[in-house]
């Protein structure tokens, strides 16, 4: 894959509504902006582009980990944007499960679906991330996300690829449900 450039984001939040986060909440995303060998025709076989995210894949997950500054993975998510020239399945492509296990390898193994989100868009548009515990989708505290805006990207011919992650849930989560210390890990949901 052609690579454009890799851009990343990290937020840290100390405090949500007058109390202090202990620890505090750090959110990471790595987005990579590649060309999309398939903008402007229609092709029935994407898999050079599941094939690419590996590679693509360990390269972001790298750039996250530093970026976490040794904090722990508590949660994760994934998204793509694609260019208008291509087609919203280039991005899908991308976010399959070959990039999804380069997650979880880099989170140490997560054991829940990646949430995602995906679509087309033309340069400057606004995408949410959506975050969930890496080993079980039904731990309410790790519900979130995070939102990147590329000003120049994705061009008509280009695809964006983000991998998202944060070292805890959300500060002041007080909804009830599954704890986190609570979490069996047998099935990624509980």
């Excluded at 454009?4 to 007058?18: P, Q």
């Excluded at 508590?74 to 990039?99: D, I, R």
């Excluded at 079980?136 to 590329?150: E, F, I, N, P, Q």
Aim: net charge negative; glycine share 10%.
């Amino acid at each position: 894959m052609e690579l454009r450039k890799i851009v990343t984001f990290t937020e840290d939040i100390f405090s949500e509504a007058g109390q202090p986060a202990d620890p505090p909440l750090r959110k990471v995303s790595v987005v990579a902006v590649v060309k999309n060998p398939f903008a402007g025709r229609y092709v029935d076989d994407l898999s050079s582009l599941t094939e690419a995210s590996l590679e693509l894949g360990r390269r972001m997950t790298a750039v996250a980990t530093a970026a976490m500054g040794g904090l722990a993975f508590q949660s994760y998510g994934k998204a793509g944007l694609v260019g208008l020239a291509g087609e919203q399945e280039h991005a899908v492509a991308m976010l399959t499960t070959v990039y999804g296990n380069v997650m979880r390898e880099a989170v140490g193994g997560g054991k829940a679906w990646i949430s995602s989100m995906t679509k087309r868009v033309a340069p400057g548009e606004t995408i949410d991330i959506p975050l969930a515990h890496k080993d079980a989708l039904y731990v309410r505290s790790h519900y979130d996300g995070m939102t990147v805006t590329l000003h120049d990207a994705p061009l008509p011919d280009e695809i964006v690829i983000i991998a998202a992650f944060a070292n805890r849930g959300r500060i002041n989560h007080r909804v009830g449900g599954l704890a986190a210390c609570e979490i069996q890990g047998k099935d990624g949901l509980v």
